[in-house]
Each structure stands twice: as C-alpha cells, then as structure tokens.
C-alpha cells in the first residue's frame, strides 16, 4: 500500500517508491525553477531490502509514491535455513521473514526472542530485536 506525496514535500530520512521499490530517502536537491521550467527535484535513495541506490529526477509539483510502512512486534518461532519465522504479538498470525544481512542482528535471532518487523507492500523485513 502507498499514497500519493508532492515531490516538493519529501525530506531526507524519509520514504519513497522507485521502480517499485520501497526506498530511504539519503540525498535531497532542488533546482531554482528557470526561464521556462519549473523547479525539479533530486532524490537519491536506498532501497529498504536490497540495499541499491537509485535516483530519480521530478518536478517539484510532480506526485511521487511514499509506501505505508506497518511496525509491528513479533516473536521469533522458528529459525529456518532460508527464513525466520515470526508469530504477531497482536494477532498471533504467523509471518515468515528473510534472514537479514547484518550479522549483529543475525547473531541474536533465536526462538523467543522479540523482534520489530516492519510490513512495507506485502514484504516483511525484521529490523531490529527488542
């Protein structure tokens, strides 16, 4: 799920879609608008679960997409070679999350241990334990 936002009112640390792909806005300029233009914007960006950099170019009054991120809490049931699977401390429904990349977290995750996992169009990406 995503919402419509003015290119204009993006900020950096913030979320956008490029190329579907939800992304971490790191890098934010805009252009004064010329003799016949108007101001553009542009917007680097990493993206939340692969990790590429992309970037974009729009006009200022241009609508770019920004995806609703859902935070959540879980606990870890179970450790699986390719996946993690996470029980919702609220729903009790089971969600299954790729393992992460970064070693600190990998290291900790291990049955019963609470984890925030953030839901971002349809995927789940475990952020940090608790």
């Known amino acids: 799920m995503s919402k419509p936002v003015d290119v204009g009112s993006l900020r950096v640390g913030g ?8 992304c971490r806005i ?18 680097v960006a990493i993206g939340v679960f692969d990790g590429v950099k992309r970037s974009i170019v729009k006009p200022v009054d ?3 997409e ?3 991120i859902e935070k959540r809490s879980g ?6 070679p390719s996946s993690i699977q996470i029980m919702d401390l609220e729903t ?7 393992i992460p990349e970064e070693e600190e977290l990998k290291s ?6 609470e984890v925030e996992y953030w839901r ?11």
């Open 26 to 43: 790191v890098e934010l300029t805009k252009s004064k608008p010329g003799k016949h233009g108007a101001a553009k914007a542009r917007i």
């Open 92 to 98: 009790y429904e089971y969600v299954d999350a790729p």
């Open 75 to 80: 606990q870890v049931f179970a450790v699986m």
């Open 66 to 68: 920004v995806p609703i």
């Open 62 to 64: 241009a609508s770019a």
């Open 108 to 113: 900790k995750l291990a049955p019963g241990v």
């Open 15 to 22: 979320y956008v879609i490029i190329d579907n792909e939800p």
């Open 120 to 130: 971002i169009l349809d995927r789940v990406k475990i952020v940090r334990t608790k």
